[in-house]
């Protein structure tokens, strides 16, 4: 039984891993997701990770949970609609990649349903299927010509109009009489839920339903910003401890921007070098001597500021790399810590179970009778023959 609000990253990850197709399946996890909103960046900052991890054929799955975690999350939790919109590029194109057609049919579904819906951008929603026809083609006939590409992609299940789409949802909603928020079949067959009463479109409108509960733009920039970082981090391999000392004391010793001497001497350029409207009004009243020695003097003075703005984009460089290396190595050290935790409560439980051993057999052993407290049943009776009595 799932325990709404109680947030576990090996949880979320188990759930993530044991996670298929099925609708059981995904209803489960997106009931769970949603119970812990509360922690919608570090679930889908996981829900991607895992994504990225899984095999080809599990990468559906993956599309169909953030589906009904966004759809049934745009009352309760639509902070989930937001958060989710910078991994999905990527997690369409990887999906779309998948030669498959009902996998990249049931793709092409989640878009028509998403316009229908209104819950993303039309904008967004034309991004992501552009990215899915390109991911088609180059899957499929990745060293053909564009005019080979473009046939792969009009046989794709991408090579459709949402314009042309929506008019024929809206005409046979308008001529069946389908109540809002009816449940719909993806190509798989596979009934989604849709809790939200939310009306289907009846007209060409793209535009999202706008909540007062969604997180704002800033917020999700920086989300986008550190989901970036990680996935900088993810594909830096972790370096030694040594070799993180010796670029620390690279920096702090060759470092451009402590060359105070330097730094002084570009301070002290005379006012022509720094200000074009000064050495032009040096240059009208100069001799031609006068003018080469001006020209020459800026010269020098560009060249040496050419030199430092390199050495400072050098350090830049350097100071990215080591920012990466340390967040890498932060990384590699909590995922030991986890594992020592991880150790440390396995044999918590080793010890509680063998402590609890160790009471039974005392309880059991204690529970026997006393042999010294019973009866002399040997009493007399005569002594057993000895072995020369018995073979002599």
Not at 8 to 23: I, Y
Request: with cysteine; aromatic share 6%; charged share 25%.
């Amino acid at each position: 039984m799932d325990q709404p609000g109680r947030y576990s990253e090996m949880e979320a990850v188990k759930r993530l891993q044991d996670l298929d197709n099925s609708q059981s399946s995904v209803e489960s996890t997106s009931t769970w997701f949603l119970s812990v909103k509360e922690m919608a960046k570090e679930v889908v900052k996981l829900w991607f990770k895992e994504f990225r991890r899984a095999p080809p054929k599990k990468k559906i799955a993956f599309l169909h949970l953030a589906n009904d975690v966004i759809q049934n999350g745009v009352v309760i939790a639509p902070q989930y609609c937001k958060l989710f919109e910078p991994v999905l590029p990527t997690a369409f194109k990887e999906t779309a990649k998948v030669q498959k057609h009902s996998v990249r049919a049931a793709v092409a579904h989640l878009l028509i349903v998403w316009a229908a819906r209104r819950i993303y951008s039309k904008s967004f929603l034309r991004q992501l299927r552009f990215i899915c026809q390109r991911a088609v083609a180059e899957a499929d006939t990745p060293d053909a010509s564009e005019e080979t590409k473009r046939n792969i992609i009009a046989a794709s299940p991408f090579a459709f109009s949402f314009t042309a789409v929506l008019l024929n949802t809206n005409n046979s909603t308008a001529g069946a009489g389908t109540p809002n928020g009816a449940s719909i079949k993806g190509s798989n067959g596979r009934r989604k839920r849709h809790h939200s009463s939310k009306p289907m479109m009846h007209s060409m409108s793209f535009a999202p339903n706008n909540t007062n509960q969604e997180p704002p733009l800033n917020s999700i920039s920086a989300f986008r910003e550190e989901l970036a970082r990680e996935l900088e981090t993810e594909a830096m391999p972790p370096p030694q401890t040594s070799e993180l000392i010796e670029l620390l004391e690279t920096l702090q010793h060759s470092a451009a921007s402590a060359d105070a001497a330097t730094r002084r001497a570009i301070a002290q350029f005379p006012p022509e070098v720094s200000d074009s409207s000064k050495a032009l009004e040096l240059m009208e009243d100069a001799t031609e001597a006068e003018r080469i020695a001006l020209a020459s003097r800026i010269s020098i003075c560009s060249e040496q500021l050419g030199r430092y703005n390199e050495q400072l984009e050098e350090e830049s460089s350097r100071r990215s790399q080591l920012s990466l290396k340390l967040r890498a190595y932060q990384m590699q050290l909590r995922e030991r810590v986890k594992e020592a935790e991880a150790e440390v409560e396995m044999l918590k439980k080793n010890l509680e179970h063998g402590q609890t051993l160790e009471k039974e057999l005392i309880n059991h052993m204690s529970s026997l009778p006393d042999l010294n407290l019973l009866p002399d049943m040997t009493a007399g009776l005569d002594p057993l023959p000895t072995v020369g009595d018995l073979f002599g």
